[in-house]
Every structure is written in C-alpha cells, then in structure tokens.
C-alpha cells in the first residue's frame, strides 16, 4: 500500500468481472481507482492504487477510515460484490464521513430480503410472479407446480443452490437437499414457463437528489449455468419503450437506496415481471460504458453535484462474458466457428478488452494467486494445530481498590490464576453463598477442543483448583450465575447448540440440570439477565458466523415468551456491541460492560451507562474505557486482550488473552486426536 490515499475511487470487495468492470469505468473516466480486496490485486492498467484487507471484515472499518483520513477529499466507494455492499451499508454511519458510500442508511440487508423487494415493486405497480418465504422444515402449504426454491437473499445463498421443482416428489427431494446444505428459510415462488420468454436486466444509478438513471436493457441470448447461471452472452439496447419506466423508478426511490444496481427482469406470457435487485452493478456492469454511458463515473459526479451525461448518444451493442460463454462450446452447445463470430461482434467482454489485457491474462495464469492460497491454507493449519487461543482469569480483592471502571481503577495489580496443561480458563463471573465465593468460568479442554463450565471456591483468601460442575455435547462458555428465590441459576453461552438453556442447580456449586431452553434455533452469545423496574430483559447477541454480529438485541419478556425489544439491534458497533459481563446497578441507573471487537476479538472493554430502559427506549452512553495495556498483574507475563469483567461484593474478575505461543497442551492435543483416530484407545 503507498502512504497516501488518491482522490477519487475505491472498488471494495472480490475479484472476478464486476470489480475489472467497474475499475475500467472509472478509469476511463479519468478517476484514480483504489482496489480494497482481501484478495490479490486486479492488474488493470486503470488501477493507480492497491489497499490489501484482512480475512476478518470487522477490520475493514478502521484500516479503510484510516486511508479515508489521508485524502485531501471524498472519494466514492464501489462494491464488486453482494457481500461488500451490505458491509458498505452496515458501516455507513462512519464512512460517509471520508467517502461518498452507496447506501440504504443501514436498511440494506432488510430490503435485500426478496420477500421485502417483492412487496415493494408489488406496491410500485409491477408483476411479480407469486411468492412466499417459508421455513422449509415446517411448511406444509399448498404448492401451484411448477416453482422455484432459491435463497431468499444474496446474502443467504448460493444461486448454485436454486431448484426448480414440477412436482411434489421433486419439491420433497429439494426440500432435503437444501436442508441438507444447511438451509433453513428460502423463497418459495411461481416458476414462470413460456417457450418464447426471454431475462433481461436494467443496470442504473440513483443519486443523493432521487433521479434514478438507466440507460438501457440488457437482452439475455445465454446464461451460464444454463437456467440459473449469469449472462454469458446478450444485447444491450437504448431502447426502453417496452418497460415502464415510472414503475420501475417508483419502486427503486421506495426501496431508500443510493447508488448503482441492477434489476433482473422476465418477459413472460406477454408481461414484463419483477424478479429482483441487486444492490450492486450487475456482472455485465462494463456494458453501458462501452455502449456510450459511464454509469460508475456519473455517479461519482452526480453526488458531488456536478452535471451528469445526457441519455442521447448510447448506441446498441453486444456482450460477451468470455470465458463462461465458451463453456457452451466446450459441452457441444454451440460451434466453434458461430461462437467466434459473436466474440468478434461483441464490443463488450467480461475481461478481454483491447488496450487492458493484463486481467484477461492474469484469468488464466493464476500462479501467483494460487501459490499464496495454498501458503495461507498450509499457515493456518500450522497455526491452528500449534498456536490456539487461550486465555487466563485474573483476580483481586475489593477492599481498598477502587472499581475498575472508575477513574483510578486501574492501579491495583490482578493476580493471575494459572491454567493447568489440559484446562485454560476465561469469561469468569463470581458469586458469593455461606461465606464463601464461588468463581464461575469457560474451562477449555485442549484435548477435546471445546468448552465446559469449570468452578474455584474461594474460601478465606485460598482459591481452589479447577473443577468441572457442568458440561454438554457442544461447546459451552459465558456462564451468567445468578440467584433467584434464593435457588441458583445459570445462562451459559451454547451457541453451537443453537439455544440458551437454563440450568438450576440441583446441588449448589457442582451440581446442575437443564430445566428450559430459550431462544429455540439462534447462535445468541454471551447472554444477561437483568432485572430492572420490576421487568425481565435478555441483553444477547446473535451471530450469523464468526465471533461478533456487531450489533447487540434486547427482548422482553411476554406471557412466558421472550421477544425482540422495539429498539433492537439497540447497538450496532463491532466495537461496542457484545457484553463483557454481567449489567450491574448503579445508583437508578445500570452498567453495561462490552467488548471491543472491533479490530480483533477481545481487545479492550468499555462500560457503558443506561440511562433509559423500558419495553419501548433504550439509551447508553460510554462512560470508560479499560485497555489491555493498563492492566497491571502481578507477572512479568504479557497479555495481549481483554474481554469480561464481573464483581462480587468481594472480589473483581477479569480474564486476559496470552500471547500467542506454541504450548505443551496443544502439542498434547495433536497426540491425543492422533491417538483417537488410531483408534488405540
């Protein structure tokens, strides 16, 4: 990466033909093009300038607001792919300060629910073949054959994945397939048939005044996959008299969204129908530039207020995407000799492009990428067998310490509680019963590589050694322990497990049983109950993969069921989002602890100061922040993270995130799988 940023654009997210589309647009626009990937650069000739990203996207936000700083002004931002566009929107709020963004004001992933975009061109006036979105496990409606099950949004999967289905037995086979795939909601919908039908796309922009731009159509002669792929072969036109544009206008401005996207459309049975939106410019995205109308390079100008092009000189042309079209010649579709005939008529390619033929190249001699991938498979491996995260619990006394969210609370030293060769220990909550104080706590077994719930008892100053008192079949963690009725109870995390089960223990601390089950179906982690103006509240976060959601969900509870507060998500924040304890009282008011996981998981806490809940407000506001690096321990060992602080009457807990060192537990680790797959035991 060069030390400074360049005005003009960023293109973010994967590489293939829509990023080389986009990059090109711009640059023969005149517009310097940054390419943001966590992938290698695409060696355009019109990409000035490379931004390399983590694997992690939580990353993407500082290191691209860092770049963002050194510009002298706003460039726009681009997305290639579905992924990086509800990313973009997701962190508008931040980014609109050092770019021009396209966005739905953070409603994007809601409106690229198909289920939503139908509604939506319904209620504009458009056809839209019949649809709903169904559990695939509990529907048991009527189908009108034949249909079509696909994921009902980009982002919930794979087109690969969508299945047209004449029958009952072949709906019931699907249905298993996809399931099988770990589908659970899909998009259920009439599969239009006409021998005469024909897909076709409007790629468009909106501005930040409304006016919505297409330049043209987009007529579909072939796909690949066939039926399910994308357009491989088709040709654009100017002419739009066919359509109705006021329609399509009304529905794009309903939809709240600015920036490039592009409709897909079916001419069937005499009517022209909605099929859905992509919030993105679509594969094909180079077209309109070559037939006359910079679509990537209007925008930019459209939003920074300056004149756009007029509609007036696009002319007809046809598109072809290379190297997915000639897999018609290579199954026999087609002839060799037809299909170059239509390769050399075409005027727009998918990566050929006279005068920028470095991507075109670079399609096909992958070395270089390849070596890298494989390298980066290999390390991780390497690092996943050797050098695992782990944590340890440190403690101290109460008396004469000041609390450590206060100011000053960091002066007294923790004293840091060993692990032993097989068992890590982190998330610790302390609870006090009899004169004793009991310390609660993920115990991680190196061996079988997952959780359980481990317990120390504290008694007179003398802390015990490590005990399991609770364990499943999947991974357990975040042990919420509170009391109720003077009975004990616990929330511990058991995401894998998809709900939250309630434990009560039955011989107090060793011993407890599952006596209910909340959040049927849902990954929610690091959960707290809290009780505050005689009303229950689940403070919880769900996760759709990885380590944090990035937004954090309240539920009430309602006739014995739990539901979604009015104001979730209440937090949307990586770096602010996910507890990191329990919520205490202070004074009328309660503490929230969170987790910083914003650049990496568990790097520094923040505690956060409610000052308004109800079943219907939500509102907090930070009020300190405790960095790894000010925590004092009585060690000369070094730590590197912190994620969850808990307090008793007289104790605090923290847990600390070591270095990361190849250690015997995990050498054990690999023998013991070793041995295990031997079948020696």
Not at 115 to 136: D, T, W
Request: glycine share 8%; charged share 30%.
């Amino acid at each position: 990466m060069r030390n400074k940023s360049k005005s003009g654009a960023i293109v973010l997210g994967s590489k293939g033909v829509n990023a080389t589309g986009l990059i090109r647009s711009l640059g023969i626009s005149g517009i310097a093009v940054t390419f943001a990937s966590k992938y290698s650069k695409i060696e355009s000739k019109y990409t000035t300038d490379y931004l390399h990203l983590s694997e992690d996207d939580s990353k993407w936000l500082e290191t691209l607001v860092e770049y963002g700083k050194k510009g002298k002004q706003r460039c726009a931002i681009f997305s290639s792919d579905d992924e990086a566009a509800l990313w973009l929107d997701k962190n508008y709020e931040v980014l609109q300060k050092y770019f021009i963004v396209p966005n739905a004001k953070g409603k994007l992933s809601y409106i690229a629910d198909k289920s939503v975009m139908n509604q939506l061109a319904k209620k504009a006036g458009l056809n839209v073949p019949a649809f709903s979105k169904i559990s695939l496990e509990k529907y048991n409606g009527k189908v009108e054959y034949p249909v079509i099950l696909k994921p009902y949004a980009g982002y919930a999967g794979s087109k690969g994945d969508i299945l047209i289905c004449k029958n009952e037995l072949e709906f019931t086979k699907a249905v298993k397939k996809l399931i099988e795939l770990g589908y659970t909601e899909v998009m259920l919908q009439q599969f239009l048939h006409d021998l005469n039908q024909e897909e076709i796309g409007l790629m468009g922009m909106v501005l930040s005044n409304g006016k919505v731009v297409i330049p043209g159509i987009i007529h579909k002669i072939r796909s690949y996959p066939t039926g399910r792929g994308s357009t491989s072969y088709a040709r654009f036109s100017p002419n739009l008299s066919d359509i109705d544009l006021k329609k399509i206008e009304d529905f794009v401005s309903a939809t709240g969204y600015v920036g490039l996207f592009d409709i897909e459309m079916m001419n069937s049975n005499g009517k022209y129908w909605f099929i859905e939106i992509n919030f993105r410019n679509g594969q094909y995205g180079y077209t309109p530039t070559a037939a006359g109308y910079n679509l990537p390079g209007n925008w930019c100008r459209g939003m920074k207020g300056e004149e756009i092009d007029t509609l007036d000189k696009i002319k007809e042309l046809y598109y072809i995407n290379e190297r997915d079209d000639f897999q018609h010649v290579k199954q026999g579709k087609i002839a060799l000799k037809d299909w170059m005939g239509e390769f050399r008529g075409a005027r727009a390619y998918g990566m050929f492009c006279p005068g920028d033929q470095r991507p075109f190249i670079r399609q096909y001699v992958k070395i270089p990428d390849r070596v890298v991938i494989k390298w980066n498979r290999v390390k991780n491996l390497l690092k996943d067998l050797l050098i695992k995260e782990e944590w340890n619990i440190a403690i101290r006394s109460r008396k004469d310490c000041i609390p450590l969210w206060k100011e000053g609370g960091v002066k007294e030293p923790f004293k840091v509680l060993r692990n032993t060769v097989r068992y890590w220990a982190a998330d610790p909550f302390i609870i006090e019963e009899k004169g004793k104080d009991y310390l609660f706590f993920e115990m991680f077994d190196r061996f079988l590589g997952k959780g359980v719930i481990g317990c120390r008892e504290i008694s007179d100053g003398k802390i015990g050694k490590m005990k399991i008192v609770y364990k499943a079949d999947k991974h357990l963690s975040f042990p919420f322990v509170f009391k109720y009725n003077n009975e004990f109870y616990m929330l511990p995390e058991y995401s894998e497990g998809k709900c939250l089960p309630l434990l009560k223990a039955i011989n107090f601390p060793d011993k407890w049983e599952v006596i209910c089950s909340w959040m049927e179906g849902k990954r929610v982690v690091d959960t707290a109950l809290v009780e505050y103006n005689s009303n229950n509240y689940l403070f919880t976060q769900e996760l759709k993969d990885g380590y944090s959601a990035g937004t954090l969900d309240i539920y009430t509870r309602e006739k014995n069921n739990w539901e979604k507060h009015e104001k979730s998500p209440v937090i949307n924040s990586y770096s602010n989002s996910r507890l990191g304890g329990k919520v205490f009282k202070y004074g009328e008011n309660l503490i929230r602890v969170s987790q910083d996981c914003k650049t990496e998981y568990g790097k520094k806490l923040h505690f956060n100061l409610i000052s308004n809940l109800s079943k219907r407000e939500y509102e907090e506001s930070m009020i300190g922040t405790v960095d790894i690096n000010q925590i004092k321990v009585e060690t000369r060992k070094r730590f590197i993270g912190i994620h969850t602080y808990n307090f008793n009457e007289g104790y605090e807990v923290i847990d600390l995130k070591n270095e990361s060192k190849i250690k015997l537990g995990n050498i054990l680790n690999i023998i013991y799988r070793i041995f295990c797959k031997s079948n020696l035991r």
